[in-house]
């Protein structure tokens, strides 16, 4: 008898992105007449940079013909792209980074959530509390932890970021091997220093653990002073892999390429105590299990990084941080508390009622969909999660129908 994967039954019904999903769904086919609004889930709206446009159908074109067709390519990613992600990402900002660290994928939310594999079943994991759902459930599908009770499995080691804190937590009480942190927060905003940091990695590095750092929303930072990477903190290329992405900061949402930094120094160890090359491990999981993202999205991708690239792209993502700054104000005049959309596009804001019975008065009330706090974890309750990514015109008509609908 072919038996399911008991871990499965562990998990909530569904993820938290499909379950908001379905509700607007069930929403617009009752209300066929409502303009929904979208400031839920974080996707991007606006049209890729021309520069990508333009390479992408450049390779197109070389597909096309025999002389310059390709067929499988290295796994982790064409060299080109390797190269100029090393370059403009890291070397820019002090940071070496080898080519060959760098490992291209289709996706943050896959790299994140696959990571978890090639560490020890019995890794004792720390998750933020408010967080990124899939950082949780793919190690419940893994079988390294419990029953979820009242909001929390149990075997998990939750980080509390709260306002006390300002959003970044405190270490852990408790061991733990492997950290996951996220900034600019996703879902807070919050933005982490490098003092900060610095704590996280010397933790970290006295605790033989390892940090993994999604940096997906680096691009949103303004305030010159927060690192983009966490290599940017010495002796973190010991400890840590970061994660990177084109989704938000190019508009590749819809087109698929992320990466993925292992340094050579990076550890972790057998159950001996022997260090190992995480490198090593994770090259043969990703040679493995994936085949190398399309040579056309890797051309595009490497577009970015042209004179021309970084300037759209900077455009693209200053246009969703003028919409942050109109949410933020609009919000602030409804005398809400609220953290974000300075160096990020996402708006936490404190409700002081039930998440999904607010999420549900500005969906039925508005036709605005936004993402209740408490899906993120028990940390959540009591907040809404306002994405800035749409046409400034929406998200302004969909702030008058906010505020019209608080006013009440
Ligand atoms: C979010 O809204 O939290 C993100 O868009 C989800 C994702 O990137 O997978």
Redesign the pocket.
Known sequence: MIRVNPNYNKLQASYL?STIAKKVGEFQASNPDKDIIKLG???VTHGLPPASIEAMHKAVDEMAADETFRGYGPEQGYDFLREAIALNDFASRGVTIQADEVFVSDG??CDTGNIQEIFAQEARIAVPDPV?P?YVDTNVMAGRTDQCQDGRYQGLVYLESTADNHYVPALPSEPVDLIYLCFPN??TGATVTHDELKTWVDYAREHQALILFDA?YEAFIRDDTLPHSIYEVEGAKEVAIEFRSF?KTAGFTGTRCAYTIVPHDCRAYDAEGNAQEVHALWTRRHTTKFNGVSYPVQRAAEAVFSVEGQAQIKALTDSYLHNAAHIREQVSALDYDLIGGQNSPYIWIKTGEDSWNFFDRLLNDAAVVT?PGTGFGTCGEGYIRI?AFNDFAKVEEAMQRIVATLSI
Request: charge should be neutral; hydrophobic fraction near 35%.
């Open positions: 992105f889930i974080g996707d943050a939310k990124y899939v996703n879902p997906a989704s993402t994405s």
